[in-house]
Nanobody, 122 residues
């Protein structure tokens, strides 16, 4: 059984920082792309940042460029999202996504975490 578990969310004041983590656990053979999405109340889920298997950052949403940084530690099967200069409009549930081979399945499959709440408010 493969699972993605996020951590690091919480309440922070505008201008503050948070670091989200997402660890993949279970029988994992390899992890391809890893991404962070977010969904605010009443809005569709949107892609925030993505990173390739070899660690080349391949995408940032315009709204977070220059403030958020995605990184990964392949030895720990973990992806991170460093969020700086947070704004109230960053408030959302943040979800981790990974395309990986594991769980006894030979082909890549998409997995999602359960989400972690980030609230930016004074």
């Amino acid at each position: 059984q493969v699972q993605l578990v996020e951590s690091g969310g919480g309440l922070v004041k505008p201008g503050g920082s948070l670091r989200l983590s997402c660890a993949a656990s279970g029988s994992i053979f390899s992890i391809n792309d890893m991404q962070w999405f977010r969904q605010a109340p009443g809005k569709e889920r949107e892609l925030v940042a993505g990173i390739s298997r070899v660690g080349i950052t391949n995408y940032y949403a315009d709204s977070v460029k220059g403030r958020f940084t995605i990184s990964r530690d392949n030895a720990k099967n973990t992806v991170y999202l460093q969020m700086n200069s947070l704004k109230p409009e960053d408030t959302a549930v943040y979800y981790c996504y990974a395309n990986l081979v594991g769980g006894g399945i030979r082909l890549p499959k998409n997995y999602w975490g359960q989400g972690t709440q980030v609230t930016v408010s004074s």
